[in-house]
């Protein structure tokens, strides 16, 4: 079984920040994609920034300048270092993986998500 647990949801003021940390655990044999989405009261979930197959980072337009992307492969966390936060960036914050699972007689490909950890920023 594969699980993702995440910490550092919160309150807080727009303009503060707040780190985001997902750490994904169980019987892992890679992990292929890794990052965070966000769903908002009334609209739909969207990527806000992920780590593709390659390590490469996709960003969101509207967090881009302010939030930050990186990981540590040993320990298979990730973190959403955000900065700069606004009201707009209230939501619930999903960490999100596909993997491959093992046992390694039945490697399979998994979508993973967290159980998601509020956000909110205050005008």
């Known amino acids: 079984q594969v699980q993702l647990v995440e910490s550092g949801g919160g309150l807080v003021q727009a303009g503060g920040s707040l780190r985001l940390s997902c750490a994904a655990s169980g019987s892992i044999f890679s992990i292929n994609t890794m990052g965070w989405y966000r769903q908002a009261p009334g609209k739909q979930r969207e990527l806000v920034a992920a780590?593709?197959?390659?390590?490469?980072?996709n960003y969101a337009d509207s967090v881009k300048d302010r939030f930050t992307l990186s990981r540590d492969n040993a320990k298979k966390v990730v973190y959403l270092q955000m900065n700069t936060l606004k009201p707009e960036d209230t939501a619930v914050y999903y960490c999100n993986a596909r993997v491959v699972a093992g046992p390694s007689a039945n490697y399979r490909p998994l979508e993973v998500w967290g159980q998601g950890t509020l956000v909110t920023v205050s005008s």
């Open positions: 780590f593709t197959s390659s390590g490469a980072t």
